[in-house]
């Protein structure tokens, strides 16, 4: 009883519990488990070391990176644990906005994956070969050497992953985020990477705190679905631009997926090409682009790739 009693609390924990629902599915490591629950390094660690000390969960290190999985000991249909086991299984079966966000966030970890170490095939069907180093940043970084040294802002920046990526060709990245949590974060990071062309202030997108006519370039990736009024964070951008200067946007298609509202945060569910495009003109953009950049087979987000650019005089 005393054993029973102990393993229903260790149960009574929704994160350890939604940790279960994703090794269900995957071995992942840490860092990626992070990344998924949203939960400190530390606090995924101290729940990994419990799930792994009751027997629920296993390690298996694999050169610099610990992977974890559940134990064969749980998943065995004539185990110790069977009837644990149908009963997680059943409630893993359940969705909830947390789940969802879980398999999205899921999915993206699988994503990166495949694009960083892939299978590559001359018609997509045999003769697929690996291809050692095939990766997306790597080619991000590649074509950077080609930018111009520019002035840029990163507005909405989060833990900055992209502000250090634009530090590596520009000139300077000013880099704005609403919480001082995630811009300690990122300067953090920055600091491990030895990157020291960035400034890092806290703002909102609605009012950002750079000054007019000094920037040749705006990011604002996955952002503008976290603005209450996008065209006013869009008038931002115009404002802190200088003539001829760019904004480029990478934000959510439309979707229906309104769970993302109570449990990411979002304000907008996406945007249609239409009014991008129209938010960015009715902002003062001309030359406005607008096209999907990232699109997936049974994935409910797709990514669209916008671009404006600020008249370099009047009427031009």
């Given at each position: ?56 969960v ?11 999985r ?18 997680l ?60 040294p520019l ?42 990477r ?7 202030k ?30 006013v ?11 001829g ?51 997936s087979?049974?994935?409910p ?7 404006g ?5 009047k009427?031009?």
């Amino acid at each position: 009883m005393d054993a029973a009693s102990d393993l229903l609390r260790l149960l009574g924990d929704d994160t350890r519990l939604r940790l279960l629902r994703l090794l269900a599915q995957e071995s992942l490591n840490v860092s990626e488990l992070t990344a998924i629950l949203g939960v400190a390094q530390s606090g995924v660690s101290r729940h990994l070391g419990l799930l792994k000390d009751a027997g629920l969960v296993r390690e298996q290190r694999t050169g610099t990176f610990s992977w974890y999985r559940l134990d064969d000991a749980l998943v065995d249909a004539n185990g110790p644990h069977a009837g644990l086991w149908s009963w997680l299984v059943a409630t893993f079966g359940a969705t909830t906005p947390a789940t969802k966000a879980d398999d999205v966030r899921l999915a993206e970890v699988r994503r990166v994956r495949r694009e960083e170490f892939r299978d590559h095939g001359s018609d997509g069907q045999d003769h697929k070969q690996l291809v050692p180093g095939r990766s997306w940043a790597a080619w991000s970084r590649a074509l950077g050497l080609l930018m111009p040294p520019l002035d840029v802002a990163d507005l909405g920046c989060g833990e900055g992953y992209l502000t250090i990526e634009a530090a590596r060709w520009a000139k300077r990245v000013t880099a704005i985020d609403r919480s001082s949590d995630v811009i300690a974060r990122g300067r953090d990071l920055a600091k491990r990477r030895g990157v020291k062309n960035i400034t890092w202030k806290r703002g909102d997108l609605q009012k950002v705190p750079i000054d007019d006519s000094s920037m040749d370039l705006v990011l604002l990736s996955q952002a503008l679905h976290h603005a209450d009024e996008p065209g006013v964070a869009l008038r931002e951008a115009h404002r802190i631009l200088r003539p001829g200067g760019r904004v480029l946007v990478l934000d959510l298609r439309e979707h229906g997926e309104d769970w993302v509202t109570s449990t990411l945060g979002d304000r907008w569910l996406g945007f249609t090409d239409k009014s991008l495009t129209a938010l960015l003109s009715d902002t003062g953009f001309t030359d406005t682009t607008v096209r999907v950049g990232s699109s997936s087979a049974g994935d409910p987000f797709a990514v669209l790739i916008a671009v404006g650019t600020k008249r370099t005089s009047k009427g031009r």
